[in-house]
């Protein structure tokens, strides 16, 4: 049960990051982009000494991450 919740958060996240930057993307790309978002997040937010808890923390460290993988993605390839 546990893949499934991680899956749909890393869902909203990749959506919302995708959404705020002005990206467009489908399902699974959001999943993915949520994923390593939480990942990214995680590990920016751990060095700062930034921690949330709960369903609503996760979603904030991944759409952080996940802001920060479209950003340097986008100074990459344009």
Known sequence: MEIVISLL???IAGWLAN???????GLIR???LGIIGGFVGGYVLGLLGISFAGYVG?????????????????????
């Not at 959404?19 to 993307?25: D, E, F, N, R, S």
């Not at 952080?64 to 993605?73: E, P």
């Open 19 to 25: 959404t705020l930057m002005g990206h467009k993307g």
């Open 58 to 78: 996760t979603i904030i460290t991944s759409l952080i991450g996940a802001m920060l993988v479209i950003f340097v993605v986008n100074l990459l390839f344009k």
């Open 30 to 32: 959001n999943i993915i």
């Open 9 to 11: 958060l890393g869902a």
